[in-house]
């Protein structure tokens, strides 16, 4: 299947970069509907001139939603957020805004559109965030069958906000925190593979309809992450394993900050796996090799080294 235009909601962030990428390289003309399309400028570079153009729509807006979608041949969300604010509930975006991407879509005849939610999405899952990435990917096919689901595990690359968080705590505090002991165990996925198993999708009649669950070669602990970490940036800290009820107070107040490091819900998430299903379609099934973390890391978080990228290879 050939796309002439497509509409990426959500672009502008960190996986949004990625995919407007290689929607150009595919000579697609891509509209990024975004609330600020001011701060979304640098998307413009990615492609020829007038290829991508940064759209203001508000997802809440129904007339905006059918604008931006008008004349798309596949539409794709990206929206999403880890933390609540008043105006972002998890509610508001995951599943109320899906829901009316995924009508407009349908209602304005796109052939095909790509929702991305998360691994650990479930009606049954502890935390809201889960909940609502569940209750998001029904809306989506309620109202668009044909949509294909991504869920991807933590996603790593130079502009994440996981190890580069923890990067910059570890360059300025002598410990890290291990909620739950560290014994949660992730699947990192590379940024440019999920972008890569995104497009594949788009352009897969095979993937109609499907849920693929994208994770890398590897599982690993949180704790094992966090020294992979400190191994990569040559320093040395405290690991501390925090009991998660301890955690949770933490969190009831650290979560009134306006870009909290956790919250009460992300405390709930913490105590889930957040790995790939025995049984679910993956990168694999896609075209994509999955990246190791080892291949990547050390291209970024050599910033959060004593020095820098040159820095004295001694442990600090």
Not at 66 to 84: F, H, K, P, T, Y
Not at 106 to 113: F, I, R, T, V
Not at 152 to 178: K, T, Y
């Amino acid at each position: 299947m050939k796309f002439r235009r497509v509409t990426v909601f959500g672009g502008s962030g960190f996986l949004g970069r990625y995919v407007v990428e290689r929607l150009a390289d595919r000579d697609v003309v891509v509209q990024v509907a975004v609330r600020d399309p001011e701060g979304a400028k640098h998307l413009k570079t990615l492609g020829q001139v007038s290829q991508v153009t940064p759209i203001a729509c508000d997802v809440k807006d129904e007339k905006a939603l059918r604008r931006a979608i008008a004349g798309s041949d596949a539409v794709i969300n990206l929206v999403g957020v880890l933390n609540e604010r008043k105006k972002q509930s998890f509610r508001a975006l995951h599943v109320d805004a899906a829901q009316a991407i995924a009508f407009a879509a349908s209602e304005a005849g796109s052939k095909a559109m790509v929702h991305v939610s998360a691994i650990g999405a479930s009606k049954s899952a502890l935390s809201e965030y889960s909940q609502s990435k569940a209750a998001g990917e029904a809306a989506v096919h309620e109202a668009f069958p044909a949509a294909t689901i991504l869920r991807p595990s933590v996603i790593f690359g130079q502009e994440d906000g996981f190890f580069n968080l923890f990067g910059g705590m570890a360059r300025v505090l002598p410990a890290l925190p291990l909620f739950g002991g560290g014994k949660t165990r992730f699947q990192p996925v590379y940024v440019a593979d999920v972008a890569d198993a995104l497009v594949n999708a788009l352009y897969d009649d095979a993937a109609r309809g499907q849920t693929y669950e994208l994770g890398g070669p590897e599982v690993q602990s949180f704790a094992e992450l966090m020294e992979l970490l400190l191994r990569e940036i040559r320093r040395k800290r405290f690991l501390v394993p925090v009991p998660f009820f301890v955690g949770d107070i933490q969190a009831t107040f650290l979560g009134l900050l306006p870009n909290p490091l956790v919250t009460r819900d992300a405390m709930k998430s913490l105590r889930e796996d957040n790995v790939v299903t025995e049984g679910a379609r993956t990168l694999a099934d896609l075209d994509v090799q999955a990246t190791a973390m080892r291949a990547i890391l050390p291209t970024y978080v050599h910033r959060y080294r004593k020095g820098g990228r040159v820095g004295r290879a001694s442990i600090s």
